[in-house]
């Protein structure tokens, strides 16, 4: 069973920069979370997807993130205009809806903003 | 709101063993995960528990007692490649919380 992939591995911007983040989830699995993890932290949730629609989207800065998982399958997380505070891993994650707590994370993107 | 601490770092030698402890305070428990992170890797998921009392799990145990909102990993027979941080995650109406984990150093 093929795992939780994400692309790219590795970006680095200058402020003001948008870059784009992708994920592609466990086959079946109708959950997908995008976490932000900077260095020494623990993964903090952004936002999290059942199928297509948005659950929970609190915790994103809505003035310059958005994410979108248009079919229920690959979702995209984007950064408009990224700041150096945005510097950190962005784990994506996914699970099936029963099991939650078992969350299958991606090998993430290092993002470090200059 | 949720919150969960951890110890930031803890040592121990290869052949003994490591308690990693967790506290945790929310508005709505829905069970606790633990995970391991390899530096530079993504968190994997060892254990769940949403029950009071010990769950053994052979190399690794996780013990829960809701009503002082604490949780422990047990590491028995340490490795050295047990090194790694093991992360702590309470599942509430918004998900699971992460600690800021705590970072296991294996010495021979």
């Known amino acids: 069973e093929a795992g939780v992939t994400q692309s790219p591995r590795y970006a680095v911007l200058q402020e003001g920069q948008a870059v784009s983040f992708w994920c592609d989830p466990i086959?079946?699995?109708?959950?997908l979370y995008w976490y932000q993890q900077p260095r020494d932290q623990g993964p903090q949730l952004l936002v999290y997807?059942?199928?297509?629609?948005?659950?929970?989207n609190s915790q994103l800065p809505s003035d310059r993130f958005s994410a979108v998982r248009p079919k229920g399958t690959n979702s995209t997380l984007k950064i408009q205009s990224a700041k150096q505070g945005d510097t950190a891993t962005y784990l994506c994650?996914?699970?099936?809806?029963?099991?939650?707590?078992?969350?299958?994370f991606g090998p993430g993107t290092r993002l470090t903003v200059l | 709101g949720q919150g969960v601490e951890q110890p930031d770092n803890l040592m121990s030698v290869e052949g003994t063993f490591a308690r990693v402890n967790c506290t945790y305070s929310?508005?709505?428990?829905?069970?606790l995960s633990w995970y391991q992170q390899r530096e530079g890797h993504a968190p994997v998921f060892l254990s769940y528990?949403?029950?009071?009392g010990l769950k053994d799990s052979g190399h690794f145990s996780t013990f829960l007692s809701r009503s002082n909102g604490y949780s422990y990993l047990l590491l028995t027979e340490l490795q050295i490649k047990d090194s790694a941080s093991y992360l702590c995650?309470?599942?509430?109406?918004?998900?699971?919380?992460f600690g800021l984990g705590t970072r296991v150093s294996v010495f021979p």
């Open positions: 086959s079946g699995h109708d959950t």
């Open positions: 929310t508005s709505g428990f829905n069970g």
């Open positions: 997807f059942r199928d297509e629609a948005v659950i929970d």
């Open positions: 994650a996914s699970s099936p809806l029963q099991l939650s707590y078992e969350q299958y």
């Open positions: 528990v949403v029950l009071d």
């Open positions: 995650a309470v599942r509430g109406p918004k998900g699971l919380t």
